[in-house]
């Protein structure tokens, strides 16, 4: 694990090295590098392969106070990281938080790929009962923390309402202590995440749709098949956005397609990669 220091404050990531094209690897709320292992695995072969540690729950060191953490400046914190590491022409693949839209018609001169896998989008924010009731909490004074606890116990971890409604396979309960324990002892993590759900327009993905129509690279969306939390009619509408948009649905996976089928999110990855080559790569 590497650390760099942005405006908003130190960040952890992970860099496997190499010649290859950069993809870089985007996690959702209250994750971690982790939650995309399986997929630095099966591509670390061929590709460098980045994924930065956002601010958004799960990350170790908490964010200066001013710092701006809604959508829109984790997405600004997002481009500071590529633009520190000199990356260039990378492949962008975001799940659960829709970060990356962000990006699109604002700080994209770095993007030479988009992948949209089941991710906040278009009218469906906060997605699902999990993000309704995260939301909820985290503007109640206490709430953020009491809702948290929940996570100390299997059993509700498990229930649809909670994580176990975005993974069509059971997630094992030590990532999810790995994930959460941030969150469950960090004051100043806590604050940070809710300043993201506080700050974070209702409209905020709406208004980001309407520029991924002049996004003129190659994009994917590649949406869990099983996934409630975020329907794949919101995927659908979605690549019909992007003027070179393919949309495909991964197989037995919920909205953590890089959890529930790793290898099919992979095989996409990589046949999207080698039909659209980029200016560096050709």
């Not at 405006?7 to 209250?30: C, F, K, N, Q």
């Not at 949209?116 to 699902?128: D, F, I, Q």
């Not at 109640?140 to 971890?157: A, H, K, T």
């Amino acid at each position: 694990m590497s650390e760099i220091e942005l405006s908003a404050g130190v960040i952890d990531y992970t860099d496997t090295g190499g010649d290859g094209e950069a993809v870089v690897l985007v996690h959702g709320l209250g994750f971690d590098g982790s939650v995309w292992d399986a997929v630095v695995r099966e591509l670390r072969g061929d590709f460098r392969v980045v994924v930065p540690v956002l601010p958004i729950g799960s990350h170790r060191r908490p964010m200066r106070p001013d710092a701006d953490l809604s959508a829109q400046g984790v997405a600004a914190v997002l481009a500071e990281f590529l633009e520190r590491l000199g990356l260039h022409g990378v492949t962008l693949v975001q799940n659960d938080a829709g970060t990356a839209q962000l990006l699109v018609g604002v700080r994209d001169e770095r993007i030479g790929r988009l992948v949209l896998t089941s991710c906040e989008a278009l009218e469906n924010y906060p997605p699902g009962v999990q993000g309704r009731t995260l939301h909820a909490a985290s503007r109640i004074p206490g709430g953020l923390f009491l809702l948290l606890q929940s996570f100390r116990v299997p059993f509700l971890v498990r229930m649809r309402s909670s994580l176990g409604g975005m993974a069509a396979r059971p997630i094992p309960y030590a990532l999810v202590r790995r994930w959460y324990r941030p969150l469950l002892t960090h004051r100043a993590i806590r604050r940070d995440l809710a300043k993201f759900c506080r700050s974070t327009e209702k409209d905020t993905y709406l208004r980001a749709a309407e520029r991924l129509t002049g996004f003129d690279r190659p994009a994917l969306v590649a949406w869990g098949a099983e996934d409630r939390m975020m329907p794949p009619a919101t995927g659908r509408r979605l690549a019909g956005l992007l003027p070179r948009g393919r949309y495909v649905e991964i197989p037995g996976a919920g909205t953590l397609v890089q959890l529930d089928n790793p290898g099919a999110l992979c095989a996409e990855l990589r046949r999207f990669i080698g039909e659209n080559p980029t200016e560096a790569a050709k």
